[in-house]
C-alpha cells in the first residue's frame, strides 16, 4: 500500500509539474480606480491590459525592492550600515509603475528616498547594498551612500529637500534643447511639496514648457508631520496653479503606470509640464532614526498593510485571473530572497574604498589637484 501511495503522489506531483505556460491566461483586462483631475479635459484610461509576461515582471521587481529594503533595515540595526537610510517599502508601485510606462532614454531625479528607483534605473542589488554599507564595489565606489547613487539617465537621490526638482527642470531643458523627444520624470515628497523653489520651478517650466513630469509621491507624513499639519491644501496635484494635474492611487501598480503613460504622451506632445500625486504610504519611519509610531498609530500601519500592499493587491490579480500560479511566484520569491542574500554578503566582505581614493571625481575632465588629507599635513592627489 505504502508503495502504492508513493506512486499515485509522484504522478500527483509530475501532473502539477507538467502544468504548462500554456496553461496560463496572457492577458486580461482590469478595472482600475478612476484618477482625479485638474485642468485636463481627459484623464488617464480606467480600463487597462496587462500581460502574463508584464505581471511576472512588475511582481518580481517589487518583490526585490521590498526585499533589499528589508535586508537594509536588518543591516543598519546591526550598525552594518551606518548614518542616513531612508526606506522604500510600501511605495514600491510608484516607482514600477512609472517605469513601465517611460523609456530607459528618458531621465529621472529623486530626494533620498531613492534605493528602488536607483535598481528600477539599471542599478544592480549587489551595487546598491555594497554602497549602503559604503564599500569600493558600492554604485558610487561606497562614497554616497543611501542618499547619493547615481546611474545612467538616473541623477540620484538628492540630501537637500526639494533641491532635485529645479534640477529636474534643468534637466529637461536639455532634453528641449537637444530636441530628442525625451523627458525628465522628477519625483518629490509631500514634506517638500511647500518648498519655494518648487514654486519657482512650476513658473519656469510652464513658460518654457519644459517636458518635465513633476510627481508629489505623498506617502501621507513629512518626516513625523502628517500632511493635514503640513500643507493648507492637500490637493497637491493642484498646486501647479497653471500646470494640469492628476491624483492617482499610488499603491495600485497598474493606476501609477497608466497615469505616468497619460502624462508621457502629454510631455511629449510638446504641451509642457505635468503634475502627478502619487497617494501611497511608508511601512518605516521617516528615516532609520525615526521608529515611526509616535505620530501614527501600528494598527494605521497594519491596515495598510492588509487593505492595499502593492505587492499584495498585484498577487491577488494575477491568481484569480490565472495568470500565474502560488508555486510560480513562490519560486519568485525564492530566487530573490537569494539574491538579496548573496548581495548583502558581498555587502558586507567588500573592501571599504582606499584612503587615497577619496578625493577622487572631485571635478570631471580637470587635471589632478592636491586636497588636504586626514590632517593638515598629508595630502591627497585627486584624478578625475
Known amino acids: 500500500v505504502r508503495k502504492l501511495l508513493s506512486i499515485v503522489f509522484k504522478g500527483a506531483a509530475a501532473v502539477v509539474s507538467a502544468r504548462t505556460y500554456a496553461d496560463f491566461t496572457n492577458e486580461a483586462t482590469f478595472e482600475i480606480k478612476k484618477c482625479d483631475t485638474f485642468k485636463l479635459d481627459e484623464g488617464p484610461a480606467t480600463q487597462v491590459v496587462m500581460t502574463r509576461d508584464e505581471g511576472l515582471q512588475y511582481y518580481r521587481t517589487?518583490?526585490?525592492?521590498?526585499?533589499?529594503?528589508?535586508?537594509?533595515?536588518?543591516?543598519?540595526k546591526q550598525k552594518i550600515i551606518r548614518g542616513f537610510c531612508h526606506l522604500y517599502d510600501g511605495q514600491e508601485a510608484c516607482a514600477v509603475g512609472i517605469e513601465a510606462a517611460i523609456n530607459l532614454s528618458d531621465?529621472?531625479?529623486?530626494?533620498?528616498?531613492?534605493?528602488?528607483?536607483?535598481?528600477?534605473?539599471?542599478?544592480?542589488?549587489?551595487?546598491?547594498?555594497?554602497e549602503l554599507t559604503g564599500?569600493?564595489?558600492?554604485?558610487?565606489?561606497?562614497?554616497?551612500?543611501?542618499?547619493?547613487?547615481?546611474?545612467?539617465?538616473?541623477?540620484?537621490?538628492?540630501?537637500?529637500?526639494g533641491a532635485q526638482v529645479p534640477l529636474g527642470?534643468?534637466?529637461?531643458?536639455?532634453?528641449?534643447?537637444?530636441?530628442?523627444?525625451?523627458?525628465?520624470?522628477?519625483?518629490?515628497?509631500?514634506g517638500a511639496a511647500n518648498q519655494g523653489q518648487i514654486f519657482e520651478t512650476y513658473n519656469m517650466a510652464a513658460l518654457w514648457k519644459l517636458p518635465v513630469i513633476f510627481i508629489c509621491e505623498n506617502n501621507g507624513y513629512g518626516m513625523g508631520t502628517s500632511v493635514e499639519r503640513a500643507a493648507a491644501s492637500t490637493d497637491y496635484f493642484k498646486r501647479g496653479e497653471f500646470i494640469p494635474g492628476v491624483r492617482v492611487d499610488g499603491m495600485d501598480v497598474l493606476c501609477v503606470r497608466e497615469a505616468s503613460r497619460f502624462a508621457a504622451d502629454y510631455c511629449r506632445s510638446g504641451k509642457g509640464p505635468i503634475l502627478m500625486e502619487l497617494q501611497t504610504y511608508r511601512y518605516h519611519g521617516?528615516?532609520?532614526?525615526?521608529?515611526?509610531?509616535?505620530?501614527?498609530?501600528?494598527?494605521?500601519?497594519?491596515?495598510?498593510?492588509?487593505?492595499?500592499?502593492?505587492?499584495?493587491?498585484?498577487?491577488?490579480?494575477?491568481?484569480?485571473?490565472?495568470?500565474?500560479?502560488?508555486?510560480?511566484?513562490?519560486?519568485?520569491?525564492?530566487?530573490?530572497?537569494?539574491?538579496?542574500?548573496?548581495?548583502?554578503?558581498?555587502?558586507?566582505?567588500?573592501?571599504?574604498?582606499?584612503?587615497?581614493?577619496?578625493?577622487?571625481h572631485i571635478f570631471h575632465n580637470n587635471p589632478p589637484l592636491e586636497v588636504r588629507g586626514t590632517n593638515p599635513w598629508s595630502k591627497l592627489k585627486s584624478v578625475s
Do not use: W
Not at 333 to 349: C, G, L
Open 62 to 76: 517589487m518583490q526585490t525592492m521590498r526585499r533589499m529594503e528589508l535586508k537594509a533595515d536588518q543591516l543598519y
Open 107 to 130: 531621465h529621472l531625479i529623486t530626494a533620498y528616498r531613492a534605493h528602488g528607483y536607483t535598481y528600477t534605473r539599471g542599478g544592480t542589488v549587489k551595487k546598491i547594498m555594497a
Open 135 to 161: 564599500r569600493r564595489g558600492g554604485i558610487a565606489k561606497g562614497k554616497g551612500g543611501s542618499m547619493h547613487m547615481y546611474c545612467k539617465h538616473f541623477y540620484g537621490g538628492n540630501g537637500i529637500v
Open 169 to 190: 527642470a534643468g534637466v529637461a531643458l536639455a532634453c528641449k534643447y537637444q530636441g530628442n523627444s525625451e523627458l525628465c520624470v522628477c519625483l518629490y515628497g509631500d
Open 286 to 360: 521617516h528615516s532609520m532614526s525615526d521608529p515611526g509610531v509616535s505620530y501614527r498609530t501600528r494598527e494605521e500601519i497594519q491596515e495598510v498593510r492588509s487593505k492595499s500592499d502593492p505587492i499584495s493587491m498585484l498577487k491577488d490579480r494575477m491568481l484569480s485571473n490565472n495568470m500565474a500560479s502560488v508555486e510560480e511566484l513562490k519560486e519568485i520569491d525564492v530566487e530573490v530572497r537569494k539574491e538579496i542574500e548573496d548581495a548583502a554578503q558581498f555587502a558586507t566582505t567588500d573592501p571599504e574604498p582606499p584612503l587615497e581614493d577619496l578625493c577622487n
